[in-house]
């Protein structure tokens, strides 16, 4: 497989913005624990559905205090 032919310019901003939004989704469900449904489902949910992840817990499983 030839890596070189891969538009890096394109992918990498996304790559950076998907690691930034699961750090920050991971430290936010850490630290408050408390979240609409299960704690252990949203990490789950957060490292293993890519982009989508993160932005699914920030508008559905925080818990407004």
Same mark, same amino acid.
């Given at each position: 497989? #030839?890596?070189?032919i &891969?538009?890096? *310019?394109? %992918? !990498?901003?996304?790559?950076?913005? =998907?690691?930034?939004?699961?750090?920050?989704?991971?430290? #936010?469900?850490? *630290?408050?624990? *408390?979240?609409?449904?299960?704690?252990?489902?949203? %990490?789950? %949910?957060? &490292? /293993?559905v890519?982009? !989508?992840?993160? &932005? %699914?817990? /920030?508008? /559905?499983? *925080?818990r =407004? =205090?």
């Amino acid at each position: 497989m #030839d890596l070189s032919i &891969i538009p890096w *310019r394109l %992918i !990498l901003p996304v790559l950076v913005l =998907q690691l930034i939004l699961m750090f920050v989704a991971l430290v #936010d469900v850490i *630290r408050h624990q *408390r979240t609409k449904g299960p704690f252990v489902i949203w %990490i789950f %949910i957060i &490292i /293993f559905v890519n982009v !989508l992840g993160p &932005i %699914i817990y /920030f508008v /559905f499983g *925080r818990r =407004q =205090q």
